[in-house]
């Protein structure tokens, strides 16, 4: 670490701060400003001539003209290592229950702990032997963190070759123990802990070679799974207007999602709604491991009247913790909730740094930011030949629900699948709420595409014929024409809808889809007979709540294959003769 | 004691500012004039100049004025004492009853740590079914009304307050008019609510300043009451005056506008009020129900927009009725489960019909021929309205459980609900 130096504040406005400084600063480094006994974290993000400019991530009150200003000559880092999962931490990676324990109900300005607990012992087992060449993510040996084998990795921010001196034999040892000694080329010695840091702002690169995300994730969620798939490493965004159900979709993915690691950031996000993930995760099981859930999750919690530049950080945060547990060959997914507020905590910085405002006042920058951002996701190779992934799912929130917007759009330039929420839908109680008729995806299906493709065309033209009747009414359309619109219903209802808060409808494997879905394409492929168009609306009705019915029974029960059963027999009564 | 400046660089709208040095951002000041006194609020700190907001607006102001800081940002009062009384945007006594300076408390504190919150569980029954039904109000939630001017948001604001079952009602009235906050006083006072009342009014022939303190003043009191132990209910209307207020002295400040003109942090700025809006672990709640009138009914304006992102939901009142569409409880699924086990099927399935009810309306309008299935929804949309929505019934959960099962039966056979079998063989009404 390099020494401080110490400048002045010339100028408050807000969460920025102006600081005369003389020995050189670096842009986004972190620096201190005193008031009293106060030390309030903030980071450079301006330099004019002897002026920077710094966003406190804290509130500002008090402070004066001519209050010292300690500069660190680091930047913005996050700490890495074993004990980071289960934890719930603010957008500066401050441990909130920690936080709790020492200053009760309110959050302390000023107050600031060590992310990673220092007295806990891990029990270290060596992998690299002295005398191995290693590089920057090489693991040098490992911990048992939960479920997981956690690597102690070469720093990444080493670069170059690197010859292991010495290692500590197993033993249980605290983050800060150094567990390795390296040389360079020159014969100088790098002590290496378990614990590194790394500037938030940039990606963490200690890989071989980023691939193309090609395998499906499975989220449960039947509509995303098997019409608007995420692949794992891919990128993919929900917008959607305020009630149209972002939050409750992305809570369900949190929990259910196939994947090692969930990583949520609530930046900006209602304190209601992630207490609930806070208090809940603890008790529910994981699906996979049987184990607490918690213990495959990790929570950046910046809520929305916690600081406007710690929100800013917090998904920097979020993605670089994922980054680091990519590194160890596992699957991570990062959820943020909402990128729109971190968007906007961007345009409030940019505003009272008096920059030129971009579209709808957001900064110019917005773009190639959001880009910068998503970029950060993906599957990677690694040097041991191990695959890891970071797949980002970011919910927006456009303004009155207009997907023009430049948060929507500078996002849908970069992410390869995309669930727009309408508010048409979630009026109509019609849950998830994603828009099937606009969203898409660049990803490969649980089920095979040409079953997809064809419930699709009939969505499409059931949509068509509703809209016909729309203006030649019921009784202007052809039987033919209202059974497929009937048919569309039936899909939707049935398959794209689902209950989040059943508990056997809430989550449909990825096996489960794959054997619903191929029945139910036998119905929509089905030739039907009606002669009037009551017959066919009630006998759609009567389909739809025993197939409700199916969707509610677990799949290897009694119930489940007595409703199959009954929707056959069903289909068989109505179907042509051709 | 006080440093005293008398400085004063320049006047425009309701901000002065004033050279002085080692003053503290947010410091109060008080500023003494020929016309008067008034306290005013530091805003920002450039080099020597301070820029002060002051409350009573800078009618009047000379530029020889007396400025004297006060060492400490706004305080509040806090006792047993405030209950029954009002008070205005700067915390004055605003009836005839004396001031009141003990356990000064700063307002706008800082944040809840969400760990030490908890899941809110429990119902606010308010007796309107269109809330407890299909929007319940969960304690320490935070919602605002979405409304028009013209429409009763003020009544159904005081009804919720009087029928719900807290210990400490607190009214912030931000621009109210004059009719509105003596209407709030009476209500309150006729239904022996008052003396578990504390209201603070701006009004609206009052300094627009004064306005901004008012979410402020009303959640830092309620937040003392909570951490008693007391379920404090907080009323704020209009919360659409409060940003307009920041509007003001945005533009004033030359800052940057965003949207429409209002401030870049708009968001951050309701966010840091409605999060108020807790329960605490081991101690009590506040909940927020706040009005947001909609400029021109267009809930795409930046406040009503901002706020949705904020709050767990939304009332959308219109020509007089709790709209099904909108109108969301984010946290109805946390107490309704609880309830009764037929709630949420109640809930979804009436909504469901009402929405094909609208299509066929549209249908109706478009003089299209009805069908069988149109004509059963026409009966049931019609009843739904009358006997549901409309504001005037007032019943308790469990009989409009029961009245959404008759009317339901009276109009449908039980397949074409979409009902779950094993619910309709449970709760569906014999004949």
């Known amino acids: ?578 | 004691m006080y440093k005293t400046f008398q400085k004063i660089d320049q006047i425009s709208g309701n901000v002065i500012v004033v050279r002085a040095e080692g003053v503290g951002y947010r410091e109060l000041a008080q500023v003494q004039s020929a016309h008067g006194t008034s306290l005013a609020q530091v805003i920002r700190l450039e080099g020597d100049r301070v820029y002060l907001q002051v409350f009573a607006g800078s009618r009047g102001i000379t530029t020889d004025a007396t400025v004297r800081f006060l060492g400490h940002p706004m305080r509040v009062p806090f006792s047993e004492t405030l209950l029954g009384r009002v008070f205005n945007g700067s915390g004055m006594p605003r009836d005839r009853g004396p001031a009141i300076t003990e356990n000064m408390t700063p307002i706008g504190g800082p944040s809840v740590n969400p760990a030490k919150r908890i899941i809110p569980r429990n119902m606010v029954r308010t007796g309107i079914p269109m809330i407890d039904v299909f929007n319940t109000l969960v304690e320490s939630q935070k919602l605002p009304i979405f409304s028009v001017a013209g429409e009763p948001y003020n009544p159904l604001l005081a009804r919720i307050a009087l029928q719900a079952e807290v210990d400490v009602i607190i009214l912030g009235g931000m621009g109210l008019k004059h009719d509105d906050y003596l209407f709030f006083r009476d209500i309150l006072e006729e239904k022996g609510a008052l003396s578990r009342s504390v209201l603070f009014v701006h009004t609206a022939a009052d300094p627009t300043v004064e306005c901004l303190m008012v979410p402020d003043i009303s959640l830092a009191v309620a937040e003392q009451f909570a951490l008693q132990n007391k379920r404090v209910l907080v009323l704020l209307t209009d919360m659409t005056n409060f940003a307009d207020a920041l509007k003001e002295i945005a533009i004033t400040m030359e800052q940057i506008p965003s949207n429409r003109g209002y401030p870049g942090d708009l968001y951050s700025q309701l966010a840091a009020r409605y999060e108020k809006a807790v329960d605490f672990e081991s101690a009590g709640s506040i909940t927020i129900l706040a009005v947001t009138t909609m400029p021109g009914d267009d809930v795409t304006h930046p406040v009503p927009d901002n706020t949705g992102y904020i709050t767990e939901g939304q009332f959308y009142l219109r020509n007089g009725r709790i709209e099904p569409f909108g109108s969301l409880s984010r946290l109805k699924q946390l107490v309704n489960d609880k309830t009764r086990p037929d709630h949420r099927t109640i809930m979804n399935s009436m909504i469901q019909l009402y929405a094909a009810y609208k299509e066929t309306l549209e249908k109706q309008a478009m003089g299209f021929r009805m069908s069988a299935w149109d004509r059963k929804l026409l009966k049931y949309g019609e009843r739904f309205e009358r006997e549901m929505m409309d504001l005037s019934v007032n019943i308790p959960l469990e009989k409009a459980l029961d009245l959404g099962w008759q009317i339901l039966a009276d109009c449908f056979e039980p397949a074409e609900t979409g009902i779950p079998t094993k619910m309709i063989e449970k709760y569906w009404p014999t004949k």
């Not at chain 1, 110490?6 to 701060?17: A, S």
């Not at chain 1, 957008?91 to 220092?118: C, I």
């Open chain 1, 1 to 578: 670490m390099s020494t401080t130096h110490i400048g002045k504040i010339t100028g408050v406005n807000g969460n920025l701060i102006k600081v005369e400084f003389q020995s050189p600063v670096a842009q986004n480094e972190v620096a201190y400003a005193r008031t009293g006994h106060l030390r309030l974290k903030s980071e450079v993000i301006r330099i004019r001539g002897n002026i920077a400019e710094l966003q406190v991530f804290e509130d500002t009150s008090d402070l004066r003209v001519g209050d010292p200003v300690e500069f660190t000559g680091e930047l913005l880092s996050a700490e890495l290592g074993p004990g980071l999962l289960a934890r719930i931490y603010d957008g500066l990676q401050n441990p909130l229950p920690e936080l709790a324990v020492e200053s009760g109900f309110f959050l302390q300005r000023g107050k600031y702990l060590p992310a990673l607990d220092r007295q806990k012992t891990w029990p270290f087992t060596p992998i690299a032997r002295p005398g191995d060449i290693v590089e920057a993510g090489d693991a040098l040996g490992w911990v048992p963190e939960g479920i997981f084998k956690h690597r102690i990795m070469v720093p990444f921010r080493l670069a170059g070759r690197w010859t292991v001196k010495s290692v500590a034999p197993a033993g249980e040892y605290p983050v800060e123990h150094v567990v390795a000694i390296l040389q360079d080329e020159r014969g100088r010695d790098q002590e290496v802990r378990m614990v590194q840091r790394w500037p938030v702002k940039l990606p963490i690169r200690a890989y071989v070679e980023r691939l193309r995300p090609t395998e499906p994730l499975v989220t449960k969620v039947r509509i995303v799974d098997t019409f608007f798939p995420v692949a794992r490493g891919g990128t993919y965004c929900i917008p959607g207007p305020f009630g149209a159900g972002k939050t409750v979709l992305q809570q369900i993915t949190s929990r259910y999602a196939e994947v090692d690691i969930v990583i949520i950031a609530a930046c900006g996000e209602r304190a209601g709604e992630v207490v609930e993930t806070l208090r809940e995760f603890p008790h529910l099981q994981d699906p996979r491991t049987g184990r607490s859930l918690m213990e495959r999750t990790l929570i950046i919690c910046n809520t929305s009247s916690m600081p406007v530049a710690a929100r800013e950080a917090s998904v920097y945060t979020a993605v670089t913790l994922a980054e680091y547990y990519r590194q160890m060959g596992l699957d991570v997914l990062l959820l943020a909730d909402s990128t729109s507020r971190w968007a906007q905590a961007l345009r409030e910085m940019s505003g009272r740094l008096e920059e030129i405002p971009g579209e709808e006042a957001f900064p110019a920058y917005l773009e190639s930011v959001i880009a910068a951002f998503y970029e950060r996701g993906g599957v990677v190779r690694l040097r041991d030949g191990s695959i890891g992934s970071v797949t980002i799912g970011g919910t927006v929130s456009p303004a009155g629900g207009n997907f023009e917007e430049p948060v929507t759009q500078s996002t849908l330039k970069v992410v390869g699948a995309f669930h727009g929420l309408s508010r048409e839908r979630s009026d109509a109680r019609r849950f998830p709420a994603i828009q099937p008729l606009d969203s898409w995806s660049k990803y490969e299906s649980v089920v095979p595409a040409e079953q997809v493709a064809y419930a699709r065309s009939i969505l499409r033209r059931g949509n068509d014929v509703n809209q016909m009747m729309k203006v030649v009414g019921e009784e202007g359309t052809s039987i033919d024409d209202f059974v497929v619109y009937l048919k569309a219903e039936y899909l939707d209802a049935v398959y794209l809808q689902q209950d989040a808060f059943h508990p056997v409808d809430a989550a449909t494997s990825a096996d489960r889809q794959k054997y619903v879905f191929s029945r139910i394409y036998k119905i929509l492929k089905t030739p039907m007979n009606f002669t009037e168009k009551d017959a066919a609306r009630q006998f759609f009705q009567r389909l739809t709540q025993v197939t409700k019915d199916w969707n509610r029974a677990p799949m290897d029960s009694p119930e489940f294959s007595e409703a199959e059963t009954r929707i056959e027999q069903m289909t068989a009564e109505v179907t042509a003769y051709v």
